[in-house]
Nanobody
Framework: QVQLVESGGGLVQPGGSLRLSCAAS????????MRWYRQAPGKEREEREL??????????NYADSVKDRFTISRDNAKSTIDLQMNSLKPDDTAVYYC????????????WGKGTLVNVSS
């Protein structure tokens, strides 16, 4: 089992910045790729948007909607991933979730409880 806990959400004005963190604990050896997803207000769980991905080797990938504004990073020693969000827009308002897939059992995914980011003036 792997536990994920997000932090760092809050209220920010358009154009501002926030940094989210996700701390992983438990059977960390079972995790390689980690991701940030977001669920916008009024959207269902199945409509969560993949925001950014990072591997243990620090290879990254981003959704077009956040490219050049968001940066995902990872500290393998501390079992944490961060999401630096700059130039925030109202459309970025969502609950942000940390996700990891189990490399031993690929059908198993781990999720945190999420942290709310509200971009509003």
């Amino acid at each position: 089992q792997v536990q994920l806990v997000e932090s760092g959400g809050g209220l920010v004005q358009p154009g501002g910045s926030l940094r989210l963190s996700c701390a992983a604990s438990g059977s960390i050896f079972r995790v390689n790729v980690m991701r940030w997803y977001r669920q916008a207000p009024g959207k269902e769980r199945e409509e969560r948007e993949l925001v950014a991905t990072i591997t243990r080797a620090h290879a990254t990938n981003y959704a077009d909607s956040v490219k050049d504004r968001f940066t995902i990073s990872r500290d393998n020693a501390k079992s944490t991933i961060d999401l630096q969000m700059n130039s925030l827009k109202p459309d970025d308002t969502a609950v942000y979730y940390c996700n990891a897939m189990d490399v031993v059992n690929p059908s198993v995914g781990y999720w945190g409880k999420g942290t709310l980011v509200n971009v509003s003036s």
